[in-house]
């Protein structure tokens, strides 16, 4: 892992959250991309050529050395699977994006979810049965003293959740002004 990516994952962390309702955004392109319901992969796909994933972090880690702030959505006591990946439409890195999945639900789950390898999270989940997301949340990262957009939510995938945090780095198209 990069300097820039260990960056952008730790102020991923600290992000302050707000209700969708609360939060001011920047401009209507911005407010589609941070409310999407659906598929954020293939969203982004549609803006590219060639949509990858970098695999940077996929394991167990123990409740215990989970943050406060990362888990308390997930409302659990749990151990959880970490899965953080960058995003890359055109060989540009566009999202981080870092989720948080309880054992249960990979335990549970119609898909080997620990073992995504280089496919989109989201290709599977929102290609799964029962599938929603609730709980979103948007605000924004402060990297290095540049603001950059960030959402999380809970998505359901069969009645289990899971907690997925994004943030949309300096090239992602939900700066531009090019709709949706």
């Known amino acids: 892992m990069n300097k820039f990516t260990s960056l952008y994952l730790y102020s991923l962390h600290y992000v302050s959250w707000s209700s969708p309702s609360m939060f001011t955004f920047p401009d209507e392109q911005s407010k589609k991309w941070l409310l999407e319901k659906g598929s954020l992969s293939r969203l982004l796909a549609k803006q590219c050529n060639q949509l990858n ?40 890195p566009w999202v981080i994006g870092r989720t948080l999945i309880p054992e249960s639900t990979i335990r549970d789950s119609q898909h080997d979810l620990s073992n995504q390898g280089t496919t989109p999270l989201g290709l599977t989940v929102f290609s799964a049965d029962n599938v929603k997301r609730d709980g979103l949340e948007v605000g924004w990262a402060d990297v ?32 531009t002004q090019e709709p949706v």
């Open 144 to 175: 290095d003293g540049k603001p950059l957009l960030a959402r999380r939510s809970r998505l359901w995938m069969d009645h289990k959740p899971m907690l997925v945090a994004e943030l949309f780095l300096p090239h992602s198209p939900i700066y």
């Open 53 to 92: 994933v970098n695999l940077i972090n996929n394991q167990q880690v123990a409740h215990k050395n989970l943050l406060d702030n990362d888990v308390a959505p997930l409302n659990t006591s749990e151990d959880c699977w970490v899965r953080e990946v960058v995003l890359l439409g055109d060989d540009e």
